[in-house]
């Protein structure tokens, strides 16, 4: 039986609708019938309603896979950033510094012991020559520092004892106190520190010439600013006034001069509070941080150059180097001991370096109660001690 044409047929075709009407033929047109597509998003078949969801999705579907593999990335710089500190520390030498005996009671805050080893153990012949350290032998300290992290909101602080302070040393009179390092190594040193200063030191890191130049080198020098033109054959350099990068083996002499110093050893120390600061103000700097091989290099160079107490852990050492790059950035106190005779005549004859004792005794005392300190002290200050 016929069927209207108007009429849709049951099955496929049940969603087309037939226009009869009569419309001009287009060029290449085989029919004057066109068919239209009903279905939702419809069009001519063929055209553009007829393409599928797919392309929406396909965009979706990649701009997942690209936030994943971000992610991934992520992760896995998180995890390099970690693993190298954790693998470079594995390899630190640990060394016994935990003294015998009564020591003073373990208060608020965080008090370490920063010291610079002068061995010249682990340079070569070539390096001794190089950096003008000599052949000396034995175990001697350039450096000897206090740093206090405070528990109650107070600046972290850095305190020089100058190496010729002339103190007691448990067991052995009085004498400067680089000879306490050099009489019973690190176990003796924190005694001596602890006995005179009544602060209970709960942390030891000590860094010695074998891997200094390494370290300043790994980040590519350090940026300091010299206050006075110095030249200084026993520590290998002739260093001209003003702000300059300074390579390792020009940091190491920077540090170690003092001859030429019209300070001394007042002035050394100074220096070598500058100059640490200045290294952790490098070291965090992106070109340090965010380039792999600079970062591996700082830590494993530093890693090579360092001892810490057989109780010291790594966020002990993390917490110092926290406190050295405040002191660079000015959120940090950089002090001295506070003296009253820079050139103290021993019974023996040699000159050395006397505290005042009333003023010493009050900073000590505020770092022992963690007293939130946010200027120094009277008498504590030093002229040349920040990298301005």
């Known amino acids: 039986m016929p069927t209207d044409p108007s009429t849709p047929r049951p099955g496929r075709d049940d969603a087309y609708v037939v226009d009869t009407r009569r419309r001009p033929k287009r060029a290449g047109a085989g029919s004057d019938v066109d068919v239209v597509d009903t279905r939702e998003g419809g069009g001519r078949r063929g055209g553009p309603g007829d393409i599928p969801e797919r392309e929406p999705r396909h965009r979706r579907r990649k701009g997942r896979m690209v936030l994943i593999a971000l992610l991934v990335l992520l992760l896995a710089w998180i995890g390099f950033m970690v693993w190298v500190p954790m693998q470079a520390w594995g390899s630190v030498n640990k060394v016994d510094n935990i003294p015998d005996g009564e020591r003073p009671t373990d208060t608020s805050g965080y008090n370490y012991l920063l010291v610079g080893s002068d061995s010249r153990e682990g340079l070569t012949k070539e390096q001794r020559k190089k950096y003008a350290t000599g052949n000396a032998a034995g175990n001697r300290t350039d450096t000897i520092m206090l740093v206090h992290v405070s528990e109650s909101g107070g600046k972290p602080v850095m ?21 306490a390092y050099s009489i019973g ?8 520190v602890e006995q005179v200063t009544g602060i209970h030191v709960d942390g030891y890191v000590e860094i010695g010439l074998g891997g200094f130049a390494a370290v300043v080198d790994s980040v590519g020098g350090v940026d300091l600013c010299v206050a006075r033109d110095m030249k200084d054959k026993l520590a290998g350099i002739d260093l001209k006034k003003g702000c300059q990068t300074l390579d390792g083996g020009n940091a190491l002499g920077y540090v170690r ?3 030429e110093d019209p300070l001394g050893d007042i002035g050394r120390a100074a220096r070598q509070r500058q100059f640490l600061g200045a290294l952790m103000k490098k070291a965090a700097t992106p070109s340090t941080v965010l380039i792999p091989w600079r970062y591996k290099s700082f830590a494993d160079a530093s890693a090579a150059g360092l001892a810490v107490g057989t109780q010291t852990g790594i966020m002990d050492a993390v917490r110092v180097l926290q406190a050295m790059r405040s002191v660079s ?44 300190l946010t200027e120094p002290p009277p008498g504590t200050t030093v002229e040349g001690a920040k990298n301005s």
């Open 159 to 179: 305190v020089s004892l100058p190496r010729d302070s002339y103190v007691p040393i448990p067991g052995h009179g009085s004498n400067k106190i680089n000879a």
């Open 185 to 192: 190594g690190p176990k003796l040193l924190t005694n001596t």
């Open 257 to 259: 001069s003092r001859h």
């Open 329 to 372: 950035n000015d959120e940090g106190l950089s002090l001295s001991v506070p003296t009253s005779n820079l050139a103290y005549r021993t019974s023996g004859g040699a000159l050395a370096v006397k505290w005042d004792t009333e003023r010493a005794k009050a900073l000590f005392t505020a770092l022992k109660n963690d007293e939130p």
